[in-house]
Nanobody, 121 residues
Framework: QVTLVESGGGVVQAGGSLRLSCAASGSIFRINGMEWYRQAPGRQREYVARCTSGGGTNYADSVKGRFTISRDNAKMTLYLQMNSLKPEDTAVYYC???????????????WGQGTQVTVSS
């Protein structure tokens, strides 16, 4: 079983910064892509950014130039550096990992429980 635990959320003023972390643990053979999503109250969960196992990155247009995704494969940890935060960034942020628990088991997606980010104006 693969477990993802997010941390680093909190309350920050507009223009401020936060750094989220997502630590993977448990029975893990290997991890492929890792992603951040977010869900604001009353809205659907939306894609934020992706980091491949090789370090390739991709961002939603709404966060491009402000957020930076990275990962430490040795620590099995994903990060999201969020700068120039806006009130519309307020949401619960979720980590997702495409992982293989054991070599003989199939790849599947795993989700963390989320961490709240609140940006005040």
């Amino acid at each position: 079983q693969v477990t993802l635990v997010e941390s680093g959320g909190g309350v920050v003023q507009a223009g401020g910064s936060l750094r989220l972390s997502c630590a993977a643990s448990g029975s893990i053979f290997r991890i492929n892509g890792m992603e951040w999503y977010r869900q604001a109250p009353g809205r659907q969960r939306e894609y934020v950014a992706r980091c491949t196992s090789g370090g390739g990155t991709n961002y939603a247009d709404s966060v491009k130039g402000r957020f930076t995704i990275s990962r430490d494969n040795a620590k099995m940890t994903l990060y999201l550096q969020m700068n120039s935060l806006k009130p519309e960034d307020t949401a619960v942020y979720y980590c997702k990992a495409n992982a293989q628990p054991m070599e003989v088991l199939p790849w599947r997606d795993y989700w963390g429980q989320g961490t709240q980010v609140t940006v005040s104006s």
